[in-house]
């Protein structure tokens, strides 16, 4: 199993240790940098569109720089209410500096589907939609972006569901979304029966069996880590 989109804690990086568990762990500022620099752990980083503002972008640069994958960033007029023309600008500045240092991009996209879906085709780049949980624009991402992650809502909220359901296999991946999510999206905050949940709900929606569904999902995971270690000397 793999967590392509976590936000650190002691319980997770202790349950990643104990069942072999690589991930990608968020960092938003210079304390998560410090925190994942001291355990050695896989990143990725970026603005959040909840913090966007161009200082924070500015403190922000020489870890981008450093960072083989930019994220999670985006637009999000659904659980924040950060002036939308600054939420733009920020992710749009974030976009061509990913694009320009060839690195990938975890996306957070919630209410702002269509903006951002305009906004990553002018800047072609290997994407990573986390937790899509929209109806609409599918087909058109699927044309633009390389990867999905399974929200680890999935059985529970319907457009997870759906949207696995039009997915190939073959471009999904698995989350956490860290242990806050965990709870909100299964009612329990068991860590490792989350994320094997994903794994029964794709196997139900795509008529697999749970071991051939976990080692195609791990093998997706893998592809996306090694195109970003490599392109960026991690
Ligand atoms: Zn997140």
Redo the contacts with the bound molecule.
Sequence with gaps: MHDA?Y?YSKEINALQNEYGISGIC?VANEKEYELIHHKHLFYSCGVHPWNASLDTLESMLPLLEKAPIIG?IGMDSVWCDVDLAVQKEVFEKQLQLARALNKPVIL?TKGQEKMILELIRKYPNTYVV?WYGCMDYVKEYDEVVSYFTIGPSIGKEEEVTRLVEQVSIDKLLMES??IEAVKWAIDSDDYIAALQNEIVQVAKLKDKSYFEVERVLDQNFLKLIKSSSFANGW
């Design positions: 989109h936000h968020n999670e957070h986390h979304d860290g």
